[in-house]
């Protein structure tokens, strides 16, 4: 429901450059339009959606971000609301935030520690940017310091 109407959170990456997360903007604009104007009126009169928003800045979010994160949650709130046919009851949202679910993720095999401190070869697969980044490290210091000393 969140996709349909564009509200989800959109990834966007390229090569080396990873951007901030935005809503993808996807779907019905009058509905996203309504659930912003939702969102904005339910800082005033709903405490439970307000500590959701309030949790946002202190993750660096600005003031759009975090209505749009509780724009998503009003969406979610109101799939279970139509699914069950029942009314919102603060108390239920808050059990649902606390109840732990099982985690399904596989176990992550053990790093090798003896290669932790292994030197990046120049031979990897690597965008433009990664390679400059690599060979300025690679450079010695010591003619850094010599040409910036003046001396010859």
């Not at 951007?19 to 969102?39: F, H, M, T, W």
């Not at 009169?45 to 209505?67: I, T, W």
């Amino acid at each position: 429901m969140a996709t349909f109407f564009g509200v989800q959170p959109r990834l966007k990456a390229s090569g080396d450059v990873s951007y901030k997360p935005k809503i993808s903007k996807q779907g019905a604009g009058l509905v996203r339009r309504e659930l912003y104007l939702i969102a904005f009126r339910t800082l005033q009169n709903e405490p439970c959606l307000r500590a959701v928003y309030e949790k946002q800045p202190a993750k660096g979010m600005s003031h759009d971000a975090a209505l749009g994160v509780l724009m998503h949650k009003l969406c979610r709130i109101i799939y279970g609301m139509l699914s069950s046919g029942s009314v919102f009851d603060a108390s239920i949202d808050q059990f649902n935030q606390h109840q732990t679910i099982p985690s399904t993720k596989k176990e992550e095999p053990q790093k090798d520690l003896a290669r932790r401190f292994q030197q990046p070869s120049l031979d990897a697969p690597l965008s433009r940017r990664q390679r400059r980044e690599r060979k300025k490290n690679y450079e010695p210091q010591a003619d850094g310091v010599s040409a910036s000393a003046g001396s010859s």
